[in-house]
T-cell receptor, first 114, second 113 residues
Framework: DSGVTQTPKHLITATGQRVTLRCSPRSGDLSVYWYQQSLDQGLQFLIQYYNGEERAKGNILERFSAQQFPDLHSELNLSSLELGDSALYFC?????????????FGPGTRLLVL | GNSVTQMEGPVTLSEEAFLTINCTYTATGYPSLFWYVQYPGEGLQLLLKATKADDKGSNKGFEATYRKETTSFHLEKGSVQVSDSAVYFCALYLTGTASKLTFGTGTRLQVTL
């Protein structure tokens, strides 16, 4: 158990819909990262937040957005969903903003868009 | 840009066989290198890491040595078990870039009795 929790575990929705994925980092960790894992793209970094502020952006679509709240949990919002958004979405946390720290991953949310 | 290349899987071995999963990287600078493991139905877990050249990371019988001259970080284990069956990801992290881990495509390992 990494100490990172993600909800829900599974999500099934339809194209065009909007969903919110939630992540609680390990106690004391200030950084939260979101990754997407799909069969064709592999594991891709989406976005990072540090202590409530956006720190870095990766291959995140404009239809996707995230935020980190004062209690440090984070939400990833996916809107106007397409079939190709079906993937496993991971959240990770670490205690530093950057550098060589270890990232601890949650169990993931499996999203299926029908 | 930065990238990680892993050997194609799946790798199928008998229990107690020797394991090598190759990983090479391309990076502008001196990255930290990681191996993560993903067991079926679970998230990624850090297996081991090395932060500078010639460092050896080790955990649970797995080892990998950071080789700057060959830009490699090959994962090895002397005697695999059925419980080692999983997908293994090599990754790099470079300070000053977008704070992200860059992952390889993953190598599936299947260990049979």
């Amino acid at each position: 158990d990494s100490g990172v929790t993600q909800t829900p575990k599974h999500l099934i929705t339809a194209t065009g819909q909007r969903v919110t994925l939630r992540c609680s980092p390990r106690s004391g960790d200030l950084s939260v990262y979101w990754y997407q894992q799909s069969l064709d793209q592999g594991l891709q970094f989406l976005i990072q937040y540090y202590n409530g502020e956006e720190r870095a952006k990766g291959n995140i679509l404009e239809r996707f957005s995230a935020q980190q709240f004062p209690d440090l949990h984070s939400e990833l919002n996916l809107s106007s969903l397409e079939l190709g958004d079906s993937a496993l979405y991971f959240c990770a946390s670490s205690d530093l903003a950057g550098g060589r720290e270890t990232q601890y991953f949650g169990p993931g949310t499996r999203l299926l868009v029908l | 840009g930065n990238s990680v290349t892993q050997m194609e899987g799946p790798v199928t071995l008998s229990e107690e066989a020797f394991l090598t999963i190759n990983c090479t990287y391309t990076a502008t600078g001196y990255p930290s290198l990681f191996w993560y493991v993903q067991y079926p139905g679970e998230g990624l877990q850090l297996l081991l890491k090395a932060t500078k050249a010639d460092d050896k990371g080790s955990n649970k019988g797995f080892e990998a040595t950071y080789r700057k001259e060959t830009t490699s970080f090959h994962l090895e284990k002397g005697s695999v078990q059925v419980s080692d069956s999983a997908v293994y990801f090599c990754a790099l992290y470079l300070t000053g870039t977008a704070s992200k881990l860059t992952f390889g495509t993953g190598t599936r390992l299947q260990v049979t009795l």
